[in-house]
Structure formats: C-alpha cells, structure tokens
C-alpha cells in the first residue's frame, strides 16, 4: 500500500498548521488507495544542521538525524503543511528537508499553505528545494488565506470549496507516488548492489 506522509511545518507555540494538518489527514483517511500519516515535526526536534558530512552520502552520527530517516524512508510521498513566513516556509521545515537527501528521492509531494497570501510564496520556495532533492512536485495544491479561513487569524474554519481543492491534491500526490514506484526499486536495486 502507497504510504503518504502529512508533514506538519511548524514547531511554533499556538501554530496554525495543526488544525490544518489535522483538517488535511480527517479527509485523507476517508480514502482507501493510500494510508496516510501525520508527521509532526515538534516530534522530531532537529538541531540547526549539524551532520559532518553531507546529507547525499547517506552516513548519519546523530541519533536525532537517524530517526527522522527512518520515518521519512518509510513514506512514498508527503503533502508538506506549511505556513509562509517572510514570503517563504518555516525555518524548522527547511532544515528538516536539509537534513536529508536519498530519502526523499524519486517520490511525490504535494502542499497545502496557509498565511496573508494563503501561502503562495512558501510554497514558490519550496518547489525549489523539492526538486534539487528530487522530489516531484504535483501542480494541485491547496492554498488558504488567513484573512478568510481562521477565525480572529487563530481558530481555522475551512470553507467547503477547499475541499474539491485537497481532494485533487492528493489524487495527484498518490498518482505520482506510485508512478515513481519503478525509480525508487531501481534505487533499491542500486543501493543493494554498491
């Protein structure tokens, strides 16, 4: 079964982004073409990046670093949660995608943004870095604006023409996870065999 991370982009005291992680999960698990799993990063407290080699060769010493690569190999793709701040993504959502490299290799993402814009420009950023870690980014995304979908800018209240929006979302992101399936075994083969 195509396994999709939902990765919840901020650590901040009274985020945003859990009801909407929360909001995007309640509706995925409705679906029955791919499990789904909310990953939050308060659960992986990562330092500002402190692994002496580079993350593309794959040789972790921090125990930190070795247990968010195990819960991001597990996944096929991920839909990144993330509020925008200073016209980009979260500091601690960077660093944990910086963290990492193969394991985010030949798999799907997918993003809902929430800010003034709804997060457009978050998410501008985070296409960049999706794909110089070879991560394929599917077009649907969801992008809520503060100003419509929070009560007060604190208490999320989604509208229902947001839902047809997840709901394209994350056909695509499972589309793409499973198309990539053939690259990651090839992966899997190489890896095996160095």
Do not use: C
Request: glycine residues 6%; proline residues 5%; hydrophobic residues 40%.
């Amino acid at each position: 079964m195509t396994k999709i991370a939902i990765i919840l982009g901020s650590t901040r005291p009274g985020r945003n982004g859990e009801a909407v992680a929360k909001w995007v999960q309640g509706i995925a698990a409705r679906r029955s073409d791919a499990e789904f799993e909310l990953v939050d990063l308060a659960d992986f407290p990562l330092p500002h990046f402190d692994e002496p080699g580079s993350p593309a060769m794959g040789v972790y010493s921090n125990d930190h670093t070795k247990a968010w690569s195990a819960k991001i190999a597990e996944f096929d793709g991920y839909v990144f949660v993330t509020p925008e701040y200073n016209h980009s993504t979260s500091g601690v959502l960077k660093n944990a995608l910086d963290y990492l490299y193969t394991e985010w290799n030949n798999k799907a993402a997918a993003f809902v943004s929430y800010g003034g814009v709804g997060g457009a420009r978050a998410v501008e950023h985070l296409r960049l870095v999706a794909s110089e870690l070879q991560l394929a980014t599917v077009r649907g995304q969801v992008a809520i604006s503060l100003a419509t979908e929070f009560e007060n800018y604190s208490v999320f209240k989604p509208s229902d023409y947001l839902l047809p929006q997840v709901d394209t979302m994350l056909d695509q992101v499972v589309a793409w996870s499973k198309a990539l399936e053939p690259l990651r075994a090839t992966d899997d083969q190489d890896q095996a065999a160095a």
